[in-house]
Structures are given as structure tokens and as C-alpha cells.
């Protein structure tokens, strides 16, 4: 599990489509989870700058892999009794957006970006979603698009102001919407009940 919030920004080593290998001050190990741009993945081996992590061929085919170059997001997963700033996310992406336009506020900066109609229903205004790894609120929601105010401190500690117009970037969106939609689209015969409800709150 991960919070959404940048433990660093780590540089690119080499990236062969395959193995990624970073140069960052985070010394995790071998086995460990981190979170690249938002995206889980499994240390593959450590060196004395930094650590390389492996990507499946599945991984591949949902992540905006033209990203993981020059600077990279990272996060390492939480431990049982950290503090919980951001929110649950589990580092599996649902989709790739597209940023569509970026608007200077006087204070912090607008980002719209275009989401895919299928996890258009699991957005809501002032809801959850992780942006690249990082974990943000939602401002608004379009018809085919959300709109974020990333703040100053977010703009500085992450990569977001580099970002242009047209860059794809995973998306994950709540994990709490994603199981109410599997429960509410149950087959008939497996449909909810107020047992189930009942049930299913209790695990939260």
C-alpha cells in the first residue's frame, strides 16, 4: 500500500524496456516494493547509488512508459503504523490520462486532463486520485475530464511543473470507489444485501 505522497525524486540510469535503474538516496531492499510514478514495482537489485526495479510485460502495456526517463517519481510502500497523509492506493494503474491544459492561478496551477470513459464513474469532485504516484483532490469533474489545483508546496516537490500539454500519465483512481462498483454490478444472484453491507462496511 502507498499514500500518494513523493518520497523522492529519483534520476534515470538506464531504462531498456525491461529493467529500470535509478539513482536516488532511498536505499531500499531486495524484494521491496516501490511505487515509480505511481506504478508498484519489485526491487530487483540494489547498488551503492540507487536500485533497479523490473517491469512485467503486462506493465508495460498499461503505463505511460515513455516517462520513465530523466526524473522519476518514487515512494516506497507503507509500513503497519505509518501515518496516513495522502490516501490508500495500492500502486495498480486503472488508466492513462492526457493533460489537455495547464492554467496559472494566482496561487497554484490548474491541470485538466482527459480520463477514458470507463473510469469517468469512479471520479467525484472532491474525491481522491493519484496522478503519477502523487495523491490529489479532486477540484472538478468534466464531462470527459477532471480538473486539479496542484498548490505551490506539490508544484516544488514533485515533477508536476514540468509537465506540458499532451504527456500521458497514470492514473489510479480510489480504491473504495473500485470496490463499491464491483459490489454494485454483482450478478444477480450474487447481488448486495444490507447482510452484505453490513459486511462489507465492517472492513472498513
Not at 516506497?76 to 493533460?99: E, N, S
Not at 500539454?165 to 454483482?186: K, P
Not at 447482510?195 to 462496511?201: G, M, T
Given at each position: 500500500?502507498?499514500?500518494?505522497?513523493?518520497?523522492?525524486i529519483?534520476?534515470?540510469?538506464?531504462f531498456?524496456?525491461?529493467?529500470?535503474?535509478?539513482?536516488?538516496?532511498?536505499?531500499?531492499?531486495?524484494?521491496?516494493?516501490?511505487?515509480?510514478?505511481?506504478?508498484?514495482?519489485?526491487?530487483?537489485?540494489?547498488?551503492?547509488?540507487?536500485?533497479?526495479?523490473?517491469?512485467?510485460?503486462?506493465?508495460?502495456?498499461l503505463?505511460?512508459?515513455?516517462?520513465?526517463?530523466?526524473?522519476?517519481h518514487?515512494?516506497?510502500?507503507m509500513?503497519?503504523?505509518?501515518?496516513?497523509?495522502?490516501?490508500?492506493?495500492?500502486?495498480?494503474?486503472?488508466?492513462?490520462?492526457?493533460?489537455?491544459?495547464?492554467?496559472?492561478?494566482k496561487?497554484?496551477?490548474?491541470?485538466?486532463?482527459?480520463?477514458?470513459?470507463?473510469i469517468m464513474?469512479?471520479?467525484?469532485?472532491?474525491?481522491?486520485?493519484?496522478?503519477?504516484?502523487?495523491?490529489?483532490?479532486?477540484?472538478?469533474?468534466?464531462s470527459d475530464?477532471?480538473?486539479?489545483?496542484i498548490?505551490?508546496?506539490?508544484?516544488?516537490?514533485?515533477?508536476?511543473?514540468?509537465?506540458?500539454?499532451?504527456?500521458?500519465?497514470?492514473?489510479?483512481?480510489?480504491?473504495?470507489?473500485?470496490?463499491?462498483?464491483?459490489?454494485?454490478?454483482?450478478?444477480?444472484?450474487?447481488?448486495?444485501?444490507?447482510e452484505?453491507?453490513?459486511?462489507?462496511?465492517?472492513?472498513?
Amino acid at each position: 500500500m502507498f499514500n500518494g505522497l513523493i518520497r523522492e525524486i529519483a534520476k534515470v540510469v538506464k531504462f531498456d524496456g525491461k529493467t529500470l535503474s535509478l539513482a536516488a538516496n532511498f536505499k531500499p531492499n531486495l524484494g521491496d516494493s516501490i511505487a515509480v510514478n505511481g506504478a508498484c514495482l519489485s526491487v530487483v537489485s540494489v547498488s551503492e547509488g540507487g536500485f533497479s526495479v523490473e517491469l512485467s510485460s503486462e506493465s508495460k502495456e498499461l503505463l505511460a512508459i515513455e516517462n520513465y526517463k530523466n526524473r522519476v517519481h518514487i515512494e516506497p510502500a507503507m509500513r503497519l503504523g505509518d501515518r496516513l497523509d495522502g490516501h490508500l492506493m495500492q500502486g495498480h494503474i486503472d488508466a492513462l490520462g492526457v493533460i489537455t491544459k495547464i492554467e496559472p492561478l494566482k496561487t497554484g496551477v490548474n491541470f485538466y486532463i482527459k480520463l477514458p470513459k470507463n473510469i469517468m464513474h469512479l471520479v467525484a469532485t472532491k474525491g481522491s486520485i493519484a496522478v503519477e504516484g502523487v495523491s490529489l483532490t479532486i477540484n472538478e469533474v468534466l464531462s470527459d475530464s477532471v480538473r486539479l489545483t496542484i498548490i505551490p508546496i506539490s508544484l516544488k516537490d514533485s515533477l508536476f511543473g514540468e509537465f506540458e500539454v499532451g504527456r500521458r500519465v497514470n492514473i489510479e483512481t480510489d480504491l473504495l470507489a473500485r470496490y463499491l462498483e464491483r459490489m454494485l454490478n454483482l450478478p444477480k444472484k450474487d447481488e448486495l444485501s444490507w447482510e452484505k453491507a453490513d459486511f462489507y462496511a465492517s472492513l472498513y
